[in-house]
């Protein structure tokens, strides 16, 4: 493999988590005995052990993070608040980044997906530094059927063979993803990518994700994260 560039990798962990139904947000839930975020961050440590990590949390769970690394002994990277929605966390982390090098990448990755491979890590960084290309982004094929619904509620069939489930983490080139991120909101931006393409950064290419790479959403999901650690022993 090619030398890595330098990144800068912001991992957003702002989320209530409501749809997870328990008492602690998803990212602060246990997972092998362990903090969900625990997971997620020693993956980054581990695929790009030179590069920088930021994490972004809510305001009101700092305290609540701080008090899980002190109990596991965990060294915390550097923590950024978090706003009201995702755009505006990762445009806060954005923002506190002072990019020299115009080679390096920045990498922003869903706190919730603990279980991210150094190959996709790995995949998405270097792809981002090709020339020509606004960004990359993770991506696996879909294997449901998948049909369109329309305002009536009738719906329509799409062709699953050209749709691809999107994954983090995905990686731009710093420089340009700054720029990006100083446009104002706008309901369009669904993730990283879209805030790009709004700047006119269009040619995002796809890399290989992983089924594995699931991010934790429900309290089963817990349950396949265990089996899947399992399997990795």
Not at 35 to 64: N, Y
Not at 82 to 109: F, K, Q, Y
Not at 121 to 145: E, K, L, N, R
Request: with cysteine; aromatic share 8%.
């Amino acid at each position: 493999m090619s030398s890595l560039p330098y990144t800068f990798n912001i991992i957003v962990a702002a989320g209530s988590g409501l749809r997870f139904g328990a008492d602690l947000p998803k990212q602060f839930c246990m997972l092998d005995g362990r903090p969900v975020l625990f997971h997620t961050i020693e993956a980054f440590r581990k695929a790009l052990p030179d590069g920088e990590i930021l994490l972004v949390l809510s305001e009101s769970h700092v305290d609540m993070w701080r008090d899980l690394c002190y109990r596991f002994d965990f060294v915390s990277p550097d923590i950024v608040c978090g706003g009201s929605s995702r755009w505006e966390s990762v445009r806060n982390a954005v923002m506190t980044l002072h990019v020299e090098n115009p080679e390096s990448v920045i990498t922003v990755h869903d706190g919730a997906r603990p279980l991210v491979s150094s190959s996709v890590i790995h995949d998405a960084v270097m792809a981002a530094c090709m020339p020509g290309v606004d960004g990359a982004v993770p991506a696996i094929a879909i294997t449901d059927s998948v049909r369109m619904l329309d305002d009536d509620g009738s719906s329509m069939p799409l062709a699953r063979q050209r749709l691809r489930a999107v994954q983090t983490p995905q990686a731009f080139p710093a420089g340009l993803l700054k720029e990006a991120y100083g446009l104002p909101f706008s309901p369009d931006f669904t993730d990283d990518a879209s805030v790009m393409a709004a700047y006119g950064h269009e040619n995002i290419i796809l890399t290989e994700g992983s089924a594995e790479n699931i991010k934790i959403t429900h309290r089963g999901d817990l349950a396949l994260a265990e089996f899947i650690l399992d399997g990795r022993r």
